[in-house]
């Protein structure tokens, strides 16, 4: 069995982690007393209840609605850029060589006087911050809620493209674009911004087949051009689902814990990750939302080993194919391999 220690020096690579979704507890408190923000708790103990998911809830619903505990911290630039940064420096601390940290600027701009492009400003700026001080591979992907008004995405989902047409400094860093929180048989309500998103240059993964269906997964590769799948464990089992995921190469954003919490598996143990992978299904190992989960990437590896019997080849193996499958240029995906994964 490998340590912590040991799965922590693991090179890997991770698409799955909403950086508006994990903030580090100590910072959520600083951010609440620094901002003079109004948040309902009695003390410590009460917030942290409150602002972490750690146990089984009813629904990914009910998940969803913590979130707003954290989005109400991100309410300024400085507050923006600290928590990006410190996304990376978690991800560093996990053996992270390349990452895709995603975001929605809609979600952290509700009840707020906070612009877009002071949001997507700040996100940049704590990536080159991060980049700067760690050996670490950054891509963002720009996150559509389905729950929030069209008109609020379409006006964020603009601003973004707009941005990444532009000659701001690291813009290239946005490299992808995602259908997020309650899943539907048809997103096609989206479909223009799906289509302008790959004009622009950006690769589409989609949350599905979470709390879904087998048959919401092949409609978001089908009809939305997914490239990548965001969890997709609802396809285990489905014959139909399995061939066409395998058989178009769509790689699957697996998140053992997180589905655990949201009650879409109903242990760990009875997770499909590593028969999915097993069945070569094309799949990545990630933490979802680390802080507000109160677990870290390592976590998962831990899970994994534990549940599944993995070693340390068989990771490497994961992750060296999974790189493939990044919305990042490919001169940086074969730098990082050749460093990282190449033996």
């Keep these: 069995m490998l340590t912590r220690e040991a799965l922590a020096k693991l090179p890997k690579v991770e698409f799955h982690r909403h950086l508006d979704g994990s903030i580090r507890f100590e910072t959520l408190l600083d951010l609440i007393k620094i901002n003079?923000?109004?948040?309902d708790y009695k003390n410590e103990q009460e917030l942290f209840k409150k602002a972490?998911?750690?146990?089984?809830?009813?629904?990914?619903?009910?998940v969803l609605d913590s979130f707003w505990i954290s989005q109400k911290t991100l309410c300024n630039y400085e507050a923006i850029k600290r928590v990006t940064f410190e996304n990376i420096e978690d991800c560093y601390r996990d053996g992270l060589k390349l990452v895709e940290l995603r975001f929605?600027?809609?979600?952290?701009?509700?009840?707020?006087?906070?612009?877009?492009?002071?949001i997507i400003e700040a996100v940049i700026d704590g990536v080159t911050e991060g980049m700067n001080k760690y050996p670490i591979q950054v891509g963002l992907i720009h996150i559509l809620?389905?729950?929030?008004?069209?008109?609020?995405?379409?006006?964020?989902?603009?601003?973004?493209?707009?941005?990444?047409?532009?000659?701001?400094?690291?813009?290239?860093?946005?490299?992808?674009?995602?259908?997020?929180?309650?899943?539907?048989?048809?997103?096609?309500?989206?479909?223009?911004?799906?289509?302008?998103?790959?004009?622009?240059?950006l690769h589409?993964?989609?949350?599905?087949?979470?709390?879904?269906?087998?048959?919401?997964?092949?409609?978001?590769?089908?009809?939305?051009?997914?490239?990548?799948?965001?969890?997709?464990?609802?396809?285990?089992?489905?014959?139909?689902?399995?061939?066409?995921?395998?058989?178009?190469?769509i790689h699957l954003e697996v998140c053992p814990t997180s589905n655990w919490l949201t009650n879409c598996v109903p242990t760990v143990a009875a997770?499909?990750?590593?028969?999915?992978?097993?069945?070569?299904?094309?799949?990545?190992?990630n933490s979802d939302d680390p802080h507000l989960m109160g677990i870290d990437l390592v976590n998962e590896y831990e899970v994994v080993q534990k549940h599944f019997g993995w070693d340390a080849e068989t990771f490497f193996h994961m992750n060296r194919k999974a790189i493939d499958h990044s919305f990042l240029s490919p001169d940086i995906i074969q730098d990082v391999k050749k460093k990282y994964f190449s033996k």
């Design 36 to 39: 003079n923000l109004s948040i």
């Design 52 to 62: 972490k998911v750690t146990t089984p809830m009813i629904s990914l619903q009910a």
């Design 104 to 118: 929605a600027s809609v979600f952290i701009a509700q009840n707020k006087k906070l612009g877009n492009d002071e």
């Design 145 to 201: 809620p389905r729950s929030l008004k069209m008109d609020e995405n379409i006006r964020a989902h603009n601003d973004i493209l707009r941005y990444k047409k532009s000659s701001h400094k690291n813009a290239d860093r946005l490299v992808g674009f995602d259908l997020a929180d309650s899943e539907k048989e048809d997103n096609l309500d989206y479909l223009d911004q799906i289509l302008e998103a790959k004009k622009a240059g």
């Design 204 to 249: 589409i993964t989609i949350h599905s087949g979470e709390d879904s269906s087998a048959q919401c997964v092949v409609n978001s590769i089908n009809n939305l051009h997914a490239e990548r799948i965001g969890h997709g464990i609802k396809i285990w089992n489905d014959q139909a689902a399995m061939k066409l995921v395998k058989e178009k190469n």
């Design 271 to 285: 997770h499909p990750f590593a028969g999915l992978y097993q069945s070569d299904v094309s799949v990545s190992l």
